[in-house]
């Protein structure tokens, strides 16, 4: 059964940190992208971040780049995104996902068919 968990989501105050965690298993593919998307209430799932199998290439929104970091442990099937600075609107439930082609670094959620349940993420101002 394939399974990708997120954790490390909390409440934070604006210009704080978190680091959130997606943990794998079950996955009957040994390499993959891994994407992490978040959702605001009443908005739609937007992209936030990207990492091939090989950590060659990264890819960020426009609104978090130089903020978030990515970055993975694939011995311990771990992938990471590292939030700094984070501000109000930042605040979303956070999706991590897997692209079994993982050569492709795509932006678009149709491009994950695996999903975490997510982990709520809120920044007060």
């Known amino acids: 059964q394939v399974q990708l968990v997120e954790s490390g989501g909390g409440l934070v105050q604006a210009g704080g940190s978190l680091r959130l965690s997606c943990a794998s298993s079950?996955?009957?593919?040994?390499?993959?992208?891994v994407g992490w998307f978040r959702q605001a209430p009443g908005k739609e799932r937007e992209f936030v971040a990207a990492?091939?199998?090989?950590?060659?290439?990264?890819s960020f929104a426009d609104s978090v780049k130089g903020r978030f970091t990515i970055s993975r442990d694939n011995a311990k099937k771990m992938v990471y995104l590292q939030m700094n600075g984070l501000q109000p609107e930042d605040t979303a439930v956070y999706y991590c996902?897997?692209?079994?082609?993982?050569?492709?670094?795509?932006?678009?959620?149709?491009?994950?068919?695996?999903w975490g349940q997510g982990t709520q993420v809120t920044v007060s101002s």
């Open positions: 079950g996955l009957t593919f040994d390499r993959y992208t």
């Open positions: 996902a897997a692209d079994p082609l993982f050569t492709r670094l795509s932006t678009l959620a149709l491009a994950y068919p695996y």
């Open positions: 990492v091939t199998w090989t950590t060659d290439r990264t």
